[in-house]
């Protein structure tokens, strides 16, 4: 379950926190609605209007919006606002710095170390529905509850699933049609590797790339989606005349001979 604000941050470091960005009237610092929203899109990239869920959990003021996103938003994300907070504020500042504030800055640079520390979190809000699609949708859903829910290697195998459907995607938004490939396991490819010198030299560049995988160890999802490209059809074109010999490398691959362009 998601900690509250109140559980993230002790009470002696919240107040101090809310003193140094002067949230007390439902404020923070000394930004408006709209550069509140420029903030965020300028410094963390994110747009707090397209991104609702992560703002909209506790009220509408400013304040209440940024505990709203420390709550919901990941670790690395609030550490990173929390320090572009502090910048800002340094560079509206308008008198000397004093004791009380020198305080008031280690108190509020723990608590950016309390976010700094955390690195169990995962962002799952990257995981989205890239087309309209009920199967995606229901796919969506299952990897965010097991990444929310702190297991990742129950995620594993559909996050698999979403990187390839991912990928179709792009390649006929780009007209590359459909895409389908026969893709070996990687106890194939562990058992046809244990044959490589011997086969090596002949088999297509992407199959010698999975084997290598195989030997790297990888994951089987990783080595699936970043090594696995379709093979290029053989084409026979008789109308088109080849020009020399093939040859054979020192290390066993062959070179075709080019075409003559006519």
């Not at 990173?80 to 020198?102: F, G, H, V």
């Not at 608590?111 to 949708?137: A, Y």
């Not at 229901?138 to 995620?155: C, F, G, M, T, Y």
Request: with cysteine; hydrophobic share 35%.
């Amino acid at each position: 379950m998601t900690r509250t604000y109140e559980q993230l941050i002790p009470r002696a470091e919240r107040e101090k926190l809310e003193l140094a960005l002067e949230m007390g009237q439902g404020y923070v610092l000394d930004l408006s609605d709209r550069t509140f929203n420029d903030f965020f899109h300028e410094r963390l990239g994110i747009d707090p209007e397209t991104e609702g869920r992560l703002f909209n959990g506790r009220g509408t003021s400013k304040a209440k919006r940024l505990r709203s996103f420390i709550e919901r938003a990941p670790a690395s994300l609030i550490a990173k606002l929390l320090r572009e907070l502090w910048n800002y504020r340094s560079s509206i500042a308008t008198r000397a710095t004093t004791p009380a504030d020198q305080v008031l800055e280690a108190s509020y640079f723990i608590t950016v170390g309390r976010f700094e520390g955390v690195s169990q979190d995962i962002d799952s809000s990257v995981i989205e529905s890239f087309e309209p699609s009920e199967t995606l949708d229901e796919l969506v859903a299952s990897i965010r509850r097991d990444l929310d829910a702190k297991k990742p290697h129950a995620a594993l195998d559909r996050l698999h699933t979403y990187c390839m459907k991912r990928f179709a995607s792009l390649v006929r938004k780009h007209g590359g049609g459909e895409w389908r490939v026969a893709l070996p396991t990687a106890r194939t490819c562990r058992r046809i590797a244990k044959t490589e010198p011997a086969h090596n030299s002949v088999l297509p560049s992407s199959t010698r790339s999975r084997l290598a995988c195989s030997r790297s160890n990888l994951p089987k999802s990783v080595m699936m989606l970043t090594r696995t490209l379709p093979v290029q059809p053989k084409v026979n074109r008789p109308d088109i005349p080849m020009i020399g010999p093939s040859r054979r490398h020192r290390s066993g691959r062959v070179t075709l001979p080019s075409p003559r362009v006519v």
